[in-house]
């Protein structure tokens, strides 16, 4: 279950990265990039008001370092892995 879910995300993220490349020249498009490494299992559902706090900091965040004003695809939906630290 959890590889289909991935292989669904990875599909998502292609098809979101394809329209943006697409729809780019017709509309400013502004990505807020997806929180990333997760690190936290999509069926646990205890962490999910941790994910929200995490996702409105990284919105912040975003927000403050000019992501209104940036146009296009954002890195982190180009494929990537992480490195173990």
Not at 40 to 49: A, E, G, L, N, P
């Amino acid at each position: 279950m959890a590889l289909a879910l991935h292989t669904l995300n990875l599909m998502s993220m292609g098809q979101l990265v394809r329209d943006i490349e697409l729809y780019s020249s017709r509309a400013d498009i502004h990505v807020v990039a997806p929180l990333c490494p997760l690190g936290i299992s999509v069926f646990d559902f205890s962490q999910t008001d941790q994910l929200l706090q995490r996702a409105y900091q990284q919105t912040l965040a975003w927000i403050e370092e000019g992501g209104l004003v940036r146009t296009g695809v954002p890195g982190s939906l180009q494929a990537h892995t992480h490195h173990a630290k």
